[in-house]
């Protein structure tokens, strides 16, 4: 559903991405790994339109995306989390969710004092939607505090709550396990593997080795800017190119 | 008792100018340190119109669809920056407005201003029409107030605040944030230009010289010490801001000193600005309670 | 003709050699703290009144002195009691309480001083004539000045461990912390240089015009359009910006009324903003 073509993307004389093309297909769940500052997050701006595209295309569900602007891409579908937890925290974790849902008739000015019976009866769904993805998430009960005030597991998981209350064809996740406890992080899983027999696809970044070789279909490995291997979890780890690319700092996750 | 009715039209006044600029402020976090231009585009366009002959009503609406209208035409080129600049941008605007009410003489009378501004649906100019302008100004606070807190607790207004905390998230969320920000602009400085022409209609004169940055320096104060973001804040801020105000002028103060009581005003308003940013920045309507 | 033109370009560039010097005294400032400072119009307005206030007992030359010094003191407390509290906070909250010191400022002023023009009180004397161009001594003055300040400035910059170290931490700012340059001392340098530019600005300008409270915001929006101009912390642009706007502004002159003549700065503000937000000469960062 996804594919790139020969991206490549500089900043000043530094050439963060170089030629990369993949092709996502009908996967369900890859994952994208590379040691630091291989151009991994900076791909994933790419994709997601947040940075510009010096050359190359993207394409998603076989339509050309290249150079639409970021809010476009997320209503086709395309939704994705940032590195570090972005969580509104100054509003309560159910308004969070509300925020996400993509196309809201109550977002537009017109139809706020036209169209009030709509909004009335969208913003119902919409709760119902999100006290939902509240159960699935566990964070019922914090359905109200402010989304600031929970604690750092919790936010991630919130960001994925989020993401699924835009009804997204595609996640893209950056890190999600970064920094969250085991029992989370199988919370974590247990989640996208819902998520992927929904027919949702699921694209993500990570340094927990384990865990990608465990939960992926497919991995795709960067470094410095290029893609220098595609295929199973478990020939990545035994593959040459890959091993020299991380020089022996292969992340066992804690 | 005028006097008080006095105060509380201006207060009114104020109110309205302030829950516009909150729009912009508080729930969208846009710095529009120029919002005085739209105020006095409202009140002059009103004016010019009435007193060129049409009904009060009409050039009331045509002052604040105009300043609507020049709001949104800032908006869609000035939106494109980042928020210290378009704090200077906005600033920059509204001193060109000012010189230009001062310059072109032909339409604006520049510094001699123009007076004798009929007040609407018959109300008498003069004390005699101070209850029925009171209620007038009443009335349209009443409404715009609703009308803002329809938008702050819709989905429309919870896209703003989003935009207001983080743009990329906004973004990300699929919130077309350019939009949302020319749209709130575009309402914001309708209001604003409601504001000014019932601000023009009460007084009956009006000239350059009632439109600076001292004027923006009172609203932003309003809504800052109101409570930005929150819907009785600007309410608040905006009558305590100016019964002060007002009410210096009803001490008697020797001759003598006359001259000092503005400038002091305005170094209490800028001490209260410092102040309230360094210890106490939510003013005194919080919008949340942590 | 072409020497009414002529005439209007040397007026420019007069003017501008001033506007160079608020302006780099605001770049200075946004280079290494990436914010504006409002109340910088209130340190040009101060120093000249201030030295219109010691002059009453001084003579003019030696009035600038103590003048300087208290604007440079007001420059660091600014710095000292209310912005580098406000840095870590979010942004609105240091631009409105940089928009509200600088009406603190102004008022201050006003109180003082009062709301009329007042003047040094130097007496217009005719100008020396140059190849048909007339040229005031105070305005030779003026340039003189700015351009003493400015080699001052770039000898600074260029040859001085303390201008390297400024240059640095305008770059970045984290980095050079790590790298050991003390971030107070480079921090109270910009400060003082800032308000010594800005200050000796003011007295040029009350030397050339008259002063007036409103003084300050006017020519903070001048120096801000150099700014925009020039790159916003590229010190060099600041100066070209603001010769740039002095040309501009008495060129202006001769095709629309003279009440616009501010105008020119706040149109081109805007159309900067809109076009070419980093400038002529734009650079991200840094100062050049």
């Known amino acids: 559903m996804l594919r790139v073509e020969k991206i490549t993307k500089r900043f000043g004389g530094l050439e963060a991405v170089c030629d990369v093309s993949l092709d996502l297909k009908r996967t369900p769940i890859t994952g994208l790994v590379g040691p630091n500052g291989s151009g991994k997050t900076t791909l994933f701006h790419i994709i997601t339109g947040f940075y510009h595209i010096d050359k190359g295309r993207t394409f998603f569900n076989d339509k050309e995306i290249s150079g639409f602007p970021p809010h476009v891409i997320s209503r086709m579908g395309l939704v994705r989390t940032f590195q570090q937890t972005r969580v509104l925290p100054f509003l309560s974790t159910r308004e969070n969710l509300l925020c996400a849902v993509p196309t809201q008739k109550g977002e537009q000015l017109a139809s706020l004092f036209f169209r009030p019976g709509t909004v009335k009866r969208e913003e119902k769904q919409n709760r119902a939607r999100a006290d939902e993805v509240l ?89 410095s800017g290029t893609l220098i291997f595609s295929g199973p979890p478990a020939d990545a780890i035994r593959d040459p190119d890959v091993i020299e690319a991380y020089l022996g700092k292969i992340d066992h996750a804690s | 008792m005028d006097y008080l009715l006095h105060i509380l039209v201006v207060a009114l006044v104020y109110t309205v100018f302030a829950l516009s600029l909150n729009l912009e402020l508080g729930y969208t976090g846009l710095y529009n340190f120029g919002h005085v231009a739209f105020f006095g585009i409202g009140a002059y366009a009103s004016a010019l119109l009435s007193l060129a002959g049409f009904p009060v009503a009409f050039s009331m609406t045509a002052g604040m669809i105009m300043a609507g209208a020049a ?55 003069g004390v005699s029409g101070l209850p029925l302008y009171f209620l007038l100004s009443a009335l349209v606070a009443a409404a715009v107030f609703l009308f803002t807190c329809r938008i702050a607790r819709s989905p429309f207004g919870r896209a703003l605040k989003v935009v207001r905390e983080d743009e990329y998230v906004a973004q990300a969320l699929g ?44 609203v932003l104060l309003c809504v800052v010490l109101g409570g930005r973001g929150t819907q009785w804040g600007p309410v608040v801020g905006a009558f305590l801001i100016i019964f002060f105000q007002e009410f210096i002028r009803f001490l008697p103060i020797p001759v003598d000193f006359g001259r000092v009581v503005a400038p002091i005003q305005g170094m209490v308003y800028g001490a209260v600005l410092v102040f309230l940013m360094l210890k106490h920045p939510e003013g005194i309507i919080p919008e949340y309670r942590i | 003709m072409l020497d009414y033109y002529a005439q209007l370009v040397v007026n420019g560039i007069v003017a501008g050699a001033v506007y160079a010097l608020f302006a780099v005294g605001l770049t200075l400032i946004y280079g290494v703290f990436r914010f504006i400072n409002f109340a910088h119009g209130e340190l040009i307005a101060w120093g000249a009144y201030l030295t219109l206030m010691f002059s009453g007992f001084l003579p003019f030359g030696l009035a600038v002195v103590p003048a300087l010094f208290l604007t440079i003191l007001l420059g660091i407390g600014q710095e000292r009691y209310i912005y580098r509290s406000l840095r870590q906070r979010s942004r609105i909250t240091l631009l409105i309480a940089s928009i509200g010191l600088s009406y603190l400022l102004r008022n201050a002023l006003r109180l003082i001083w009062g709301s009329d023009l007042v003047s040094f009180g130097f007496e217009t004397r005719r100008g020396m004539s140059f190849a048909g161009l007339i040229v005031t001594r105070t305005q030779l003055l003026m340039v003189a000045a700015a351009l003493l300040f400015l080699a001052f400035l770039y000898m600074l910059l260029n040859f001085t461990m303390l ?44 030397i050339d015009t008259n002063l007036e409270p409103v003084m300050g915001l006017i020519n903070l929006l001048k120096a801000f359009a150099a700014v925009l101009l020039g790159g916003a912390g590229n010190v060099w642009g600041a100066l070209l910006g603001g010769l740039c706007i002095g040309i501009a502004e008495n060129l202006g002159v001769a095709f629309f009324s003279p009440g616009y003549k501010d105008a020119v700065s706040f149109a081109l503000i805007i159309l900067l903003l809109l076009f070419r937000p980093t400038g002529l000469f734009g650079l991200i960062g840094g100062i050049r």
């Open chain 1, 135 to 223: 159960a699935l998430i566990r964070l019922a009960p914090l359905a109200d505090e402010l989304s600031g005030q929970l604690s750092f597991g919790q936010q991630k998981l919130l960001e994925l709550g989020r993401i699924l209350m835009a009804q997204p064809k595609l996640i893209l996740l950056d890190e999600p396990t970064a920094g969250i406890n085991p029992a989370l992080i199988r919370q974590l899983v247990a989640v996208l593997r819902k998520l992927t027999r929904q027919g949702i696809q699921v694209f993500l970044i990570e340094h927990n080795m384990p865990l990608v070789a465990e939960i992926c279909d497919k991995v795709f490995v960067m470094d």
């Open chain 3, 163 to 206: 201008g390297k170290s400024l240059r640095a931490a305008a770059d970045n700012t984290e980095l050079a912390e790590i790298m050991g340059i003390d971030m107070k001392k480079v921090g109270l340098s910009v400060w003082i240089l800032s308000a010594l530019f800005a200050g000796v600005g003011g007295i040029l300008i009350g």
């Open chain 2, 175 to 218: 919130k077309n944030v350019f939009s949302l920000k020319v749209q709130i602009v575009a309402v914001g400085s309708l209001i604003a230009g409601l504001a000014g022409a019932l601000y023009g209609h009460y007084i009956t004169y009006i000239s350059p010289s009632d439109f600076t940055l001292n004027e923006t320096i009172l």
């Open chain 2, 71 to 125: 709001g949104a035409l800032l908006a869609v080129p000035a939106l494109r920056l980042s928020g210290d600049y378009f704090g200077v941008a906005t600033l920059a605007f509204a001193e060109m407005i000012r010189l230009f009410f001062l310059n072109e003489r032909w339409l604006t009378k520049g510094p001699m201003g123009l007076p004798g501004i009929p007040r609407p649906l018959g109300i008498p100019s």
